[in-house]
């Protein structure tokens, strides 16, 4: 644990990662609580939580595709170090939870909704409409599903929301934008099996060179040697239907932003290759004109995987969520 700059808030540095990992790490992880929920459409969906009576604010993590609560071990860590009671759960199709296909490293979804119904079950199963004070954290395809939900869901128990590189947009090339989200429908069509959408395989640990997630070695190493250690984990490319129905679903976060009413922190990764930084500009642009209570900062320098990436760029990372969640509260 270091302190960072400009701020009394502590958290995980890279020098101490590894040491860290192995030891108050892995031992708070082992406190957790955990579980299978069932949910309404019969998949069972992994969950845990790090609590203490003491802590009087709670988070929801939502992560992204592909993830684990598993891999935010060292975030949750962080975070009760604030002082908060921490949830989280693995989506459908992925992690722990159930997956959807017999190939089990396709990245596959029926509907996009059902993510977002799978989250509001879970708010419910959590009781965090009971919590004191309540927040939302979410990278990626969760950021996604969060805007989903908050738009689909105004009665939500939550104060605030930070997103982190939400995915409003993928980035691909300017002239496939368009034809994408049709392409991907009639791909759907056309195979009714689920396959792999063009230039998606097979899961693979890629090299740390030039990886488009993260510039940090040791956290970087770390999580896949996790995925290895525990292939359970492990998810490869997404399926024709899973990237139509991702794309129809951020075009609808762009459309319905008058539905947000709640405090909003949108952090953007600069140097993101995965998603589209274009569109989280129109995002919040758009929102901003309904909702005085949304904030906009870019990470300049960082890959899409903010909380897992290089110190300098991490800590500023937390530091925004953190005091952005809390302003209120230190008033």
Request: glycine share 4%; aromatic share 12%; charged share 20%.
């Amino acid at each position: 644990m270091a302190k960072t700059s400009d701020t009394n808030l502590t958290y995980t540095q890279e020098p101490s990662f590894e040491q860290a990992i192995k030891s108050v790490i892995a031992q708070q992880w082992q406190q957790r609580e955990e579980g299978y929920f069932k949910t309404s459409q019969k998949k069972r969906l992994f969950w845990c939580k790090l609590t203490n009576p003491s802590h009087k604010k709670s988070i929801l993590v939502v992560n992204g595709r592909i993830e684990s609560c598993w891999k935010y071990q060292e975030l949750f860590f962080d975070l009760y170090q604030q002082g908060f009671n921490v949830y989280s759960y693995d989506h459908q199709g992925q992690g722990l939870s159930d997956r959807l296909v017999n190939d089990s490293d396709i990245g596959h979804i029926g509907e996009f909704g059902d993510y977002v119904s799978d989250m509001a079950q879970m708010v419910s199963f959590f009781q965090l409409s009971e919590a004191e004070s309540c927040y939302l954290l979410a990278h990626s395809m969760g950021g996604t599903i969060a805007t989903r939900y908050l738009q689909t869901h105004p009665d939500h128990p939550f104060k605030k929301a930070a997103l982190s590189a939400p995915m409003y947009g993928v980035n691909v090339a300017w002239h496939l934008q368009l034809v994408a989200p049709l392409l991907s429908q009639i791909l759907t069509a056309f195979y009714p099996k689920p396959t792999y959408a063009p230039g998606q395989q097979a899961y693979y640990a890629k090299p740390f060179e030039d990886n488009p997630l993260s510039q940090s070695l040791v956290r970087y190493e770390w999580f896949r040697k996790l995925y290895e250690d525990n292939p359970k984990l492990k998810v490869g490319g997404a399926s024709t239907q899973w990237v139509w129905q991702g794309l129809m679903a951020a075009k609808q976060c762009i459309l319905l932003t008058r539905q947000i009413t709640v405090p909003l922190l949108l952090l953007q990764a600069s140097q993101d290759r995965i998603v589209s930084n274009q569109a989280q500009v129109r995002f919040i642009k758009k929102l901003s004109k309904t909702n005085p209570h949304c904030e906009f900062k870019a990470i300049n320098g960082s890959q899409h995987e903010l909380l897992f990436e290089q110190d300098q760029y991490r800590n500023q990372s937390l530091d925004a969520i953190c005091q952005f969640l809390l302003k209120e509260e230190k008033n």
